[in-house]
């Protein structure tokens, strides 16, 4: 489960949170009163359970086989359903162990992947691909590999996901680091519609994702501060591609545009000054 990249990414972020101070339970319950009705629920245990028992009738298991994957599900060590959910499955199809025990930032092998794809050769039960798709996706987002995230999160259906939070989080997770502020910012109001009921380093986090993109102003020092560190993130997995040149190639125009900026505001104080000084 790649414990040390989640680990690691939760620090900082707690970390960050201290230094902000932020009053983030106040904040979201703020927000979620200004939003009214939450446009999202999180179905049960019991609901999740009889979904993947229809979808265990629909496979070629037989009923022992169905009766532990059910039996992992209910009894898994940990409480997250996620992780209940895939273990289930592994019962079932000996794809989902493979991507399992897969520890991100080590890449998933194309043949082990290719079958999750939204596509005719795709899972013909959505249960089954949109839980390891969904399971895959939190997995790279905790080791920062949020492109490779984000294909698999856009394929899925916050009202249909068996964990909507994970879901929303994830995705907002993506959104923040790669900057597609108002991607970020709606998928983010949504997850907190529910702010309550949420875990709660899932709240949190959250709710300081949302109040610093709140005061992030484009093209400003710390928008290009955050873009550089993008291009570091992906070099250190080895991504110096088109898109990594991309970002880079933004970065110098948007550095370039603000020493303009800079020298031509001290150019103007200069002239003021010398104004004054003559009369």
């Known amino acids: 489960m790649a414990r040390n990249c989640g680990r690691r990414a939760v620090i900082a972020a707690v970390a960050a949170a201290a230094v902000i101070g932020l009053n983030t339970p106040a904040l979201a319950e703020s927000a979620a009163v200004e939003r ?15 979904r993947l028992e229809r979808y265990l009738e629909t496979t070629a298991a037989d009923p022992q086989t169905r009766r532990k994957a059910v039996e992992t599900f209910v009894t898994a060590e940990g409480s997250d359903r996620l992780d209940r959910v895939v273990a289930a499955l592994a019962v079932v199809d000996p794809r989902v162990p493979k991507l399992a025990d897969v520890k991100p930032p080590e890449p998933f092998a194309d043949a082990d992947t290719a079958w999750l794809a939204n596509s005719p050769a795709g899972p013909s039960d959505s249960f089954l691909g949109d839980a ?36 929303l989080f994830a995705r907002a997770s993506c959104q923040h680091w ?24 899932y709240e949190r986090l959250a709710t300081l994702m949302r109040k610093d993109l709140d005061s992030l102003e484009d093209e400003s020092l710390d928008h290009i501060a955050r873009r550089m560190r993008d291009i570091t993130r992906r070099l250190s997995f080895g991504r110096a591609g088109p898109t990594t040149r991309s970002v880079q190639d933004g970065v110098i125009e948007s550095l370039d545009k603000l020493i303009e900026k800079i020298e031509k505001q001290q150019s103007e104080s200069q002239q003021q000054g010398g104004g004054g000084g003559a009369g």
């Open 178 to 201: 790669l900057l597609d502020v108002e991607a970020a910012i709606e998928t983010l109001d949504r997850l907190l519609e529910r702010g309550a009921e949420l875990p709660v380093r």
């Open 132 to 167: 390891v798709r969904l399971y895959v996706a939190r997995q790279l987002v905790r080791c920062g590999l949020f492109d490779d995230a984000m294909p698999l999160l856009a394929s899925l259906d916050v009202r249909t996901s068996i964990d909507p939070a994970t879901l």
């Open 36 to 50: 009214g009705a939450a446009s999202w629920t999180s179905p049960s245990d019991d609901e999740v359970r009889s």
